[in-house]
């Protein structure tokens, strides 16, 4: 098996400048992506959200719409990042009691020539800031946490999965 530092730097030439990688010969696949990540807040912060008291309005449904934005601009935000045709951008938001807190999981997909998932995770980290936006007045220590791609589907290298989490102590 091949060390993770013996793998090549695909977004670098042989000279050691940035550049675009070359998906031109690619052959098109259906390609996915899932992450996930988490906010963890004050009790009462908590509450404001899962109540849909929050000043500013409903915050998961406005940190939905904000994922999915931010998933249709990643190569916007990410220089090296391809440009590519979603499919279909699907935000998830759970909110956990015993955190307290919101989990936020995105699949992304397309069919194209390199995949999604810094589509996934642009769109997981902005849904989560979005969060924090909204309910910063009542609790700047909030806290996100642990995101993570967790799965990706097609292309060349075929499938992938992070390790499951080990269970909490």
């Known amino acids: 098996m091949t060390s993770p530092t013996a793998l090549p730097l695909t977004h670098f030439d042989a000279q050691g400048q940035a550049h675009m990688v070359d998906v031109g010969a690619k052959v098109a696949t259906h390609r996915v992506a899932v992450a996930r990540g988490s906010i963890r807040m004050q009790r009462a912060t908590y509450e404001l959200i899962a109540g849909g008291s929050a000043q500013k309005g409903d915050v998961i449904g406005v940190a939905r719409v904000a994922a999915?934005?931010?998933?249709?601009?990643?190569?916007?935000?990410?220089?090296?990042?391809?440009?590519?045709?979603?499919?279909?951008?699907?935000?998830?938001?759970?909110?956990d009691a015993s955190l307290p807190g919101v989990h936020c999981t995105v699949t992304a997909e397309t069919v194209g020539a390199t995949g999604v998932e810094m589509e996934a995770l642009t769109a997981v980290q902005i849904g989560l800031l979005t969060i924090y936006d909204m309910c910063k007045a009542a609790d700047r220590?909030?806290?996100?946490?642990?995101?993570q791609l967790v799965e990706k589907r097609g292309g060349k290298s075929g499938p992938w999965s992070a390790a499951p989490a080990a269970p909490a102590t």
Request: hydrophobic share 55%; with cysteine.
């Open 68 to 95: 999915i934005q931010a998933a249709k601009r990643t190569p916007e935000l990410i220089p090296l990042c391809h440009p590519v045709a979603l499919t279909r951008v699907a935000a998830e938001f759970a909110l």
């Open 141 to 147: 220590g909030m806290v996100i946490e642990q995101v």
